[in-house]
T-cell receptor, first 116, second 111 residues
Framework: DAGVIQSPRHEVTEMGQEVTLRCKPI?????LFWYRQTMMRGLELLIY????????DSGMPEDRFSAKMPNASFSTLKIQPSEPRDSAVYFC??????????????FGPGTRLLVL | RKEVEQDPGPFNVPEGATVAFNCTYS??????FFWYRQDCRKEPKLLMS?????NEDGRFTAQLNRASQYISLLIRDSKLSDSATYLC????????????WGLGTSLAVNP
C-alpha cells in the first residue's frame, strides 16, 4: 500500500515566487497534517484537516501561507510570495481515527524548499 | 520555556551500549506521549507510544513520570542501525491530534 506521497521532493525558487506543495494522503485516512521542519524550530504543525475541512490553522505563519484540501486524496500548501525564511522541509502526514484513541501519524518524505 | 525539551546530544555510544534519553514537558495537561525516530534526511516515524505504566518493545523501554513531567527512552544493546534522531512528542488533553514536538536527541552508534 502506498504511503503518503508528496511532490515535489525538492524545490528551489527565488524570493517573491509562488510555491505550491502537494500531498496525497494514505487512502482511507481522514486526517491530514502539514508540518514545517527547521533546525532552529524543529517540527511545527502548520494546519490540519479532518474529512477535508480545516480544523486548526493556528500554526500557519502568516497570510502568505494557505492550504486547501479539495478532496480526500489531495491537499496543497501554497506560499505566495515566498521569502528566504520559508526555506525548510515541509512534511505532510495523515492518520485515521481509531476508536477515539490517539493513532499514528504517517509522514510523507517531505519537500525540501529553498528560497533564494 | 519550550513546551517539550530534549538534550540535543549528540550521544556517541559504542555498539552494545545502553543509552537513555530524557524529555521534559511543561504542560501538566499533556495527555499522550510518544517517541518518534527520524533518520537523516528522512521523515519521522513512530517508534513507540509511552504509557503510564511504562512499556517495552524489544530493546526499547519507555517510561513516563507525570509528577516530574518527564519521559524517558532506554535503548539496550544498541545497534549501528539505531543511529538517528529521537523525537519526544506530547499531546494536550482535549486535542490528541495536535502533536507538540521536541527538537530531538541525536544518537550515533559507533562500531
Amino acid at each position: 500500500d502506498a504511503g503518503v506521497i508528496q511532490s515535489p521532493r525538492h524545490e528551489v525558487t527565488e524570493m517573491g515566487q509562488e510555491v505550491t506543495l502537494r500531498c496525497k494522503p494514505i487512502s482511507g485516512h481522514d486526517y491530514l497534517f502539514w508540518y514545517r521542519q527547521t533546525m532552529m524550530r524543529g517540527l511545527e504543525l502548520l494546519i490540519y484537516f479532518n474529512n477535508n475541512v480545516p480544523i486548526d490553522d493556528s500554526g500557519m505563519p502568516e497570510d502568505r501561507f494557505s492550504a486547501k484540501m479539495p478532496n480526500a486524496s489531495f491537499s496543497t500548501l501554497k506560499i505566495q510570495p515566498s521569502e528566504p525564511r520559508d526555506s525548510a522541509v515541509y512534511f505532510c502526514a495523515s492518520s485515521i481515527l481509531a476508536g477515539g484513541l490517539q493513532e499514528t501519524q504517517y509522514f510523507g518524505p517531505g519537500t525540501r524548499l529553498l528560497v533564494l | 520555556r519550550k513546551e517539550v525539551e530534549q538534550d540535543p546530544g549528540p550521544f556517541n555510544v559504542p555498539e552494545g551500549a545502553t543509552v537513555a534519553f530524557n524529555c521534559t514537558y511543561s504542560n501538566s495537561a499533556s495527555q499522550s506521549f510518544f517517541w518518534y525516530r527520524q533518520d537523516c534526511r528522512k521523515e519521522p516515524k513512530l517508534l513507540m507510544s509511552v504509557y503510564s505504566s511504562g512499556n517495552e518493545d524489544g530493546r526499547f523501554t519507555a517510561q513516563l513520570n507525570r509528577a516530574s513531567q518527564y519521559i524517558s527512552l532506554l535503548i539496550r544493546d544498541s545497534k549501528l542501525s539505531d543511529s538517528a534522531t529521537y523525537l519526544c512528542v506530547v499531546t494536550l488533553a482535549g486535542n490528541n491530534r495536535k502533536l507538540i514536538w521536541g527538537l530531538g536527541t541525536s544518537l550515533a552508534v559507533n562500531p
